[in-house]
């Protein structure tokens, strides 16, 4: 199937283990990792959130 998306939604564990790797970093790693993601998917939600808790502004 070329050209499918698929959605991936991340256990709590792995969720929980994002939002820990994301406490570590500074605010311009942060920030560098959403827009690496684009600002999508579950990284980019979490990061997006992240952001937002931490007032991260790009």
């Known amino acids: ?3 499918a998306e698929t959605t991936i939604v991340p256990d709590d564990a792995s969720a ?3 939002r ?3 406490s ?3 605010e311009h790693d942060v920030a560098a990792v ?3 993601v ?3 998917g579950p ?3 979490l990061a997006a959130e992240a952001m937002k808790d931490r007032n ?3």
């Open 56 to 58: 991260i502004d790009l």
């Open 16 to 18: 929980s283990a994002i």
């Open 1 to 3: 199937m070329t050209g």
């Open 43 to 45: 990284i980019g939600d």
């Open 20 to 22: 820990l790797i994301l």
């Open 38 to 40: 684009g600002g999508t």
């Open 24 to 26: 570590k970093l500074n």
């Open 34 to 36: 959403f827009e690496m």
